[in-house]
C-alpha cells in the first residue's frame, strides 16, 4: 500500500515546506479572453477565477476546444488577457518567464538540435549555459534519457521525444509547469507509463502544475484537484478535489466514484 | 553448397565478396564480411584461394585496348591542312589505361586482404560500366572526326587534339580560369550574403515585408542578363558590373527562399524559445534562421546556377578575360579545338563548385541525415 513517505504534502503543509520557495501561487481572477476573428468577435474564457496553491498540481478538464489552452497561454505570458488579472506570487503576469514552463501536446523539439542541445535551450537564452552545463545533464538524467544526449529528434520515438521535453522544461527550475496534453500523442502504454514518471518528478521537484488534459482518468490519477470547463467561452463548473495518497491506483474505488462524477459534470454521465 | 548460394545473391561489387578468400589469415574489416566469408571459406576453398574471373574488367581492357588500336592504325583522314597532332599520342595514352584496367581486372578477379587494394577494386567493378562506355564514347568520337571525317573540321575536333590545347594555350586557360573563378566566387558572396539578409528581414518584420517585398516580386524576376549593357554603363569597371549582375542573379533566389524558410518556421518554437526568456536576437539567430536553413540551401543551389549563366555572358560581352571571354576570343580566331578545351573545364569546374555546395550543405545541416534524400 502507500507508505508514508511517498505521500504527497498537501498543500497546506507544503507552505511551511521548503517546495514553497521552489513553487509557485497562480492567481486568475475574473479573466475573460477573446480573439478578433473575420466572422466577428470570439468568446473564448468567460469570467474564470482560479486559484494554484504553491506546489499544487490541478487538472484543467473540458470539452474539445473550450478554451483551456488559451488559458494556458495566458498564464504563460504569451499572451495578454482581455479582460481580468494573471499573477504568479502576487506580480501580474506580463511576459512569459522561464520560471513558468510550458509543455505542448507536440514535443517542438528542435529538429536541427541534439537532445542535449534542445535541453540546453532555456539556459542558453539566459546565456548561463557555460557555467551551469551539469543542469543539462541532471535534467536528462531525471528523465532517463543521459543515453541519447546526442541523438536527433526524428531518431527518438513518440515517448522519448516528450520526456526530451519534459528535460528541456525542468532545466529551467520551473516554479510552474503547464502541461498542454503532454500526453495526449502518445500510444496508451507509454502514456500510463509517462503518468507516473510526471507524479513521481512533481513530488521530487515540487513545483505547482497546471494540466489540461482530455482524459479523465489521467486528471484523477495525476491532479490533486480537477477543475471542469464549459463549452466554450469556458466558465468554470466546478473543482472537485481529489484527496488521494500518492502513488495512486487506477482501480482505487474513490477514483472510480470521482470519475463517475466528473463525466457527469461534462455532461456525458450516461456514457458510463 | 548452401553458403555459395547465399554469397551469390550478394549484389555484385561488394567488397566481402571478394575478400573472403585468406580472410581466415587476415581478418576482413567488418564483421559481417567474417562471418559470410569464414563460411564460405570452410566450404569451398581449404587452401585458402579464390579466383572469379571480372568480365566486365575484360571488357574494360578492350575497350580501351580498341580504343589504342584504332586510334594508332587507322590513318587521319586528310582534313586539308596539316594532320591532327598528338593522335599517336592519344592512342599510346589509351593503350597505356587498357594495361592499368589489366591490372586492376586481376586484382579484382583474385580475392585478397581486405585493405586500400581491395577499396580501388571496389571502386574498379562498380565504375567498370562508365570505364566500358568512356571508351566507346570516345572511340566514337575520334571515328566521327579525325578517322572518317563525318563530323567535319574545323567545327569537330577528335579527342585527341583537346591534348594539344591544354599543353600550347595552358598559360591563358589557366589564367581564364582563375578569373573566373574568382569573379564568380565574389559575386555568389555578395549576392548569397545580400539576399539571406533581406530574405530574413522579409521573413521576420512586418516593415521590411512592407516596403522590400513588392520591390523584389517587381524587379527580381527580371533577368540579371537583360541589366547587362546598364550595368557596364553605370559601373566605373566591367569587373564591378560583373560582380553586381552575379550577385543580383544569386542573390534573388536566395532572398525568396530564405524569406520562404523563416516565414514556414513552425510557431511553437517561438512559443517554446518565448516561455525560456529567449530574447528576439535569441529568436532570429538561434530559432528562425536555423529552421530556415533548409530553405536557404536551396536558394542557394537555384542561385549558383543563375549565376554560371550571368558569368558567362557577363564574359562573352565585356569582360576582358575569363572561360566565357575565351570562348568568344577562341571562336574569333576559329580555333574550335580551344572552344571544346575551354567548355571541358567549364564543366569541371561549375559540377565541382555544385558537388562542394552538397558536401557543405551535408555537413551544416548534418541533422537532416536520414529524413531529406537529395
Known amino acids: ?272 | 553448397m548452401s553458403a555459395s548460394a547465399t554469397l551469390e545473391r550478394l549484389p555484385a561489387g561488394e567488397p566481402p565478396l571478394e575478400s573472403s578468400g585468406i580472410s581466415v589469415l587476415n581478418p576482413p574489416s567488418t564483421p559481417q564480411a567474417s562471418k559470410i566469408s569464414i563460411a564460405a571459406h570452410a566450404a569451398n576453398n581449404p587452401r585458402g584461394r579464390n579466383f572469379r574471373l571480372h568480365w566486365f574488367g575484360l571488357l574494360a581492357i578492350a575497350a580501351w585496348g580498341a580504343l589504342g588500336a584504332i586510334t594508332l592504325a587507322w590513318p587521319n583522314r586528310p582534313a586539308g591542312f596539316e594532320d591532327w597532332v598528338y593522335t599517336a599520342e592519344f592512342g599510346i595514352a589509351a593503350l597505356a589505361v587498357a594495361a592499368l584496367w589489366v591490372f586492376f581486372t586481376i586484382s579484382a578477379s583474385i580475392s585478397g586482404p581486405a585493405g586500400f587494394l581491395q577499396r580501388a577494386n571496389g571502386l574498379f567493378r562498380h565504375g567498370a560500366p562508365w570505364i566500358v562506355a568512356s571508351a566507346l564514347l570516345l572511340m566514337l568520337w575520334e571515328i566521327l572526326t579525325a578517322k572518317t571525317g563525318r563530323l567535319p573540321p574545323p567545327f569537330f575536333a577528335p579527342p585527341s587534339s583537346l591534348i594539344d590545347v591544354y599543353i600550347s594555350d595552358y598559360a591563358r586557360l589557366a589564367d581564364s580560369t582563375y578569373n573566373s573563378i574568382k569573379l564568380l566566387l565574389e559575386g555568389v558572396a555578395w549576392g548569397a550574403a545580400a539576399g539571406f539578409t533581406i530574405g530574413v528581414s522579409i521573413g521576420w518584420s512586418r516593415t521590411v515585408n512592407y516596403w522590400v517585398h513588392p520591390v523584389l516580386r517587381f524587379l527580381g524576376p527580371l533577368p540579371p542578363t537583360a541589366l547587362l549593357p546598364i550595368a557596364f554603363f553605370f559601373f566605373p569597371s566591367s569587373h564591378a558590373a560583373s560582380v553586381f549582375l552575379i550577385a543580383l542573379a544569386t542573390g534573388f533566389p536566395v532572398a525568396i527562399l530564405s524569406w520562404s524558410g523563416v516565414a514556414n518556421v513552425n510557431k511553437a518554437y517561438y512559443d517554446v524559445a518565448r516561455t525560456m526568456g529567449a530574447s528576439e536576437w535569441f529568436l532570429i539567430f538561434r530559432v528562425a534562421v536555423p529552421a530556415a536553413l533548409p530553405q536557404v540551401f536551396v536558394g542557394l543551389f537555384m542561385g549558383f546556377g543563375a549565376s554560371f549563366v550571368v558569368l558567362i555572358v557577363a564574359e562573352m560581352m565585356g569582360v576582358k578575360s575569363g572561360l566565357g571571354w575565351y570562348l568568344t576570343w577562341a571562336q574569333g580566331y576559329a580555333a574550335y579545338v580551344n572552344m571544346y578545351g575551354a567548355l571541358i573545364v567549364m564543366t569541371i569546374i561549375f559540377s565541382s563548385l555544385i558537388s562542394l555546395l552538397f558536401a557543405v550543405r551535408d555537413r551544416v545541416l548534418i541533422w537532416q541525415k536520414g529524413i531529406v534524400k537529395w
Open chain 1, 1 to 272: 500500500m502507500v507508505s508514508a513517505a511517498a505521500r504527497k504534502p498537501l498543500p497546506e503543509e507544503n507552505a511551511e515546506n521548503a517546495a514553497a520557495h521552489t513553487a509557485s501561487r497562480i492567481r486568475v481572477e475574473q479573466v475573460s479572453h477573446g480573439f478578433d476573428t473575420p466572422a466577428g468577435r470570439l468568446e473564448v474564457l468567460e469570467n474564470v477565477d482560479l486559484d494554484v496553491a504553491p506546489g499544487e498540481f490541478v487538472a484543467l478538464l473540458g470539452p474539445s476546444g473550450c478554451g483551456k489552452s488559451t488559458l494556458l497561454r495566458l498564464v504563460a505570458g504569451l499572451e495578454a488577457a482581455s479582460t481580468g488579472a494573471v499573477s504568479q506570487d502576487g506580480m501580474p503576469i506580463a511576459r512569459p518567464d522561464p520560471s513558468r514552463i510550458v509543455v505542448f501536446q507536440d514535443p517542438t523539439l528542435f529538429p536541427w538540435r541534439t537532445v542535449w542541445d534542445n535541453v540546453a535551450l532555456g539556459l542558453q537564452a539566459r546565456g548561463i549555459l557555460k557555467q551551469e552545463k551539469g543542469r543539462v545533464d541532471a535534467a536528462l538524467r531525471k528523465v532517463g534519457l543521459e543515453g541519447f544526449a546526442k541523438a536527433y529528434p526524428h531518431q527518438l520515438s513518440g515517448g522519448m521525444a516528450q520526456r526530451a521535453a519534459l528535460a528541456r522544461a525542468l532545466v529551467n527550475n520551473p516554479r510552474l509547469l503547464i502541461l498542454d496534453e503532454p500526453l495526449g500523442k502518445l500510444d496508451s502504454l507509454t502514456r500510463l507509463e509517462m503518468q507516473g514518471e510526471l507524479v513521481s518528478l512533481w513530488q521530487k521537484n515540487g513545483f505547482s502544475v497546471l494540466l489540461v488534459t482530455h482524459d479523465v482518468e489521467e486528471a484523477l490519477f495525476l491532479a490533486q484537484r480537477v477543475v471542469i470547463f464549459s463549452p466554450r467561452p469556458a466558465k468554470i463548473i466546478t473543482g472537485i478535489a481529489i484527496d488521494r495518497p500518492y502513488p495512486r491506483h487506477r482501480d482505487d474505488p474513490v477514483l472510480t466514484g470521482l470519475r463517475h462524477e466528473v463525466l457527469n459534470q461534462l455532461g456525458l454521465g450516461k456514457s458510463w
